[in-house]
Structures are given as structure tokens and as C-alpha cells.
């Protein structure tokens, strides 16, 4: 599932139950078994990565040998870099998470209000999701919806729910030269971005939920991924929280 790009985008997904240690959630319904994987992923907006990487990540689930975060910073492992979320209009366009689900024996259409997703993420001590195009403090019922990125794949249904955080221009000096945020991203702006998400988000985690049918109760798992400080970075402190939470208004991108 995503969103088109808004004014000064970020965007992530929180799922949350039994993962195991390899990071694979598996739920076993009375109809519908669900398995759930993470990676990060060339940016959908644009990148020619993005393709090739989908083609090979859904032949991998469905054949059961994909690694969680196996194009990552730390393949093998639920543990991000910044790095792995982080996207812009420039350059090689970066990166940004997916979680991927796969269900065999469904259809899309069979799963027509049985099925929805969310991403959570954490940011200056408090949780967040999207309703809309907005940011909304999570909560149980808040920030599911429908899938738009799923299909019938090789007898089952296969999707994605995806996060990033959107770098421009003014992340660091010089600032932009024109009325576009966008287009003179820099990697000195990218790092820049890095940092402030060290300072204020440890998580982002994919949610699902599915039902029998739509008058039965939902079953919801996850799976997360935690931030991981480098010796570089600054962590969180609760005096900079506040400061920080009117940038990353202005940042949502799915």
C-alpha cells in the first residue's frame, strides 16, 4: 500500500506481534496463512532498481528463501541505517522500506474487506501513523486501510506497504536556488537528514490484520525494524523532542 508523494513527504510502517528470530511473521487463519518480510527497497518513485527487485523479491517469498533486509545496510537482520529509509529527487533517488506480505490460496478480490495494513513509526517519544495524507498518533483503530499495492500472484495474493523519509534541498547548506525543495538534494543534505532521524525515531514497524470474514474479529501481527545508532549519531533527548517534530510534519512520504 502507498501514498502518493506529498509536500515535504516521509512515510513508515509499524507491525506489531510474534516475529521470530529471523524476522518472518507467519499467521495461520482457518482459510489464509500470512507471511510477512521486510526489506529496503529501491525507491518506487522513479528508480529503474525498483523493477528488477520486486520480480526477484516476489519469486523469493513465494519460493521461501528471502532474507529480511537482504538489500540492506544489515542483510539478515531487523536492524536499519537511516540510510535504508531515507529517499529523494536526486542522485540515485534512495531508498525506503517495504514490508511484503504474501498469502497463497486468496485473490484480491476474495480479500475485499478482510484484509488491511498500517506502518507505525516513533519519533521524539511518541508513536505515529497516517490517516489520509496526514500524520496521527497511533493508536488500535487508527491508520488501517485497504491495500492499493497487492496482487494475484502465482496463486495467492503478494503486496507491499512501504515507508521513507523524503530529504531536499535545505536538510543542510547551501539551500536551494530556486522555488523547487527538490532538485539540488545534495549528500550533505542526506546525511543531514540521517542524523535528525538518529535523534528522534528507533522503529518503524508493518502491521497487518485479517479476518474470515466481515462480521468476524481481526487477527493483527507485525514487524519491526529498530534504528540502529552508529557512533556518529546523536540519540534522542527529551529536550530536542519538541524542536523536532516540526520538521518531521513536513516530511511524509509513502
Given at each position: 500500500m502507498t501514498f502518493k508523494p506529498m509536500n515535504r513527504r516521509s512515510f513508515l510502517v509499524t507491525v506489531i506481534a510474534a516475529a521470530t528470530v529471523a524476522g518472518l511473521w507467519h499467521y495461520s487463519g482457518h482459510a489464509t496463512t500470512i507471511s510477512l518480510y521486510v526489506d529496503s527497497?529501491?525507491?518506487?518513485?522513479?528508480?529503474?532498481?525498483?523493477?528488477?527487485?520486486?520480480?526477484?523479491?516476489?519469486?523469493?517469498?513465494?519460493?521461501?528463501?528471502?532474507?529480511?533486509?537482504?538489500?540492506?545496510?544489515?542483510?539478515?537482520?531487523?536492524?536499519?541505517?537511516?540510510?535504508?529509509?531515507?529517499?529523494?529527487?536526486?542522485?540515485?533517488?534512495?531508498?525506503?522500506?517495504?514490508?511484503?506480505?504474501?498469502?497463497?490460496?486468496?485473490?484480491?478480490?476474495?480479500?475485499?474487506?478482510?484484509?488491511?495494513?498500517?506502518?507505525?513509526?516513533?519519533?521524539?517519544?511518541?508513536?505515529?501513523?497516517?490517516?489520509g495524507t496526514s500524520w496521527a498518533l497511533d493508536s488500535s483503530d487508527v491508520g488501517w486501510s485497504q491495500p492499493t499495492r497487492w496482487e494475484d500472484y502465482s496463486g495467492g495474493v503478494i503486496g507491499s506497504l512501504g515507508f521513507a523519509w523524503w530529504s531536499t534541498d535545505d536538510d543542510a547548506p547551501p539551500f536551494t536556488t530556486d522555488t523547487n525543495p527538490y532538485n539540488e538534494t545534495d549528500q550533505d543534505d542526506i546525511d543531514a537528514l540521517r542524523l535528525e532521524v538518529f535523534k528522534y525515531q528507533t522503529f518503524a514497524e508493518g502491521f497487518v490484520r485479517i479476518r474470515d470474514d466481515v462480521n468476524s474479529e481481526w487477527e493483527v501481527s507485525s514487524l519491526r525494524v529498530d534504528v540502529v545508532p552508529d557512533g556518529g549519531s546523536t540519540l534522542l533527548l527529551a529536550g530536542l523532542a519538541v524542536a523536532g517534530l516540526a520538521g518531521f510534519h513536513r516530511r511524509l512520504k509513502s
Open positions: 527497497a529501491p525507491n518506487v518513485y522513479g528508480s529503474p532498481a525498483w523493477a528488477p527487485w520486486w520480480t526477484e523479491t516476489k519469486a523469493d517469498v513465494v519460493a521461501g528463501t528471502f532474507q529480511n533486509l537482504q538489500t540492506g545496510t544489515y542483510p539478515g537482520t531487523l536492524d536499519i541505517d537511516p540510510y535504508d529509509e531515507i529517499v529523494y529527487s536526486t542522485l540515485d533517488l534512495g531508498k525506503r522500506l517495504h514490508w511484503i506480505y504474501w498469502m497463497p490460496g486468496e485473490t484480491v478480490a476474495s480479500l475485499n474487506g478482510r484484509f488491511e495494513v498500517k506502518w507505525v513509526i516513533d519519533w521524539g517519544g511518541e508513536n505515529w501513523t497516517q490517516v
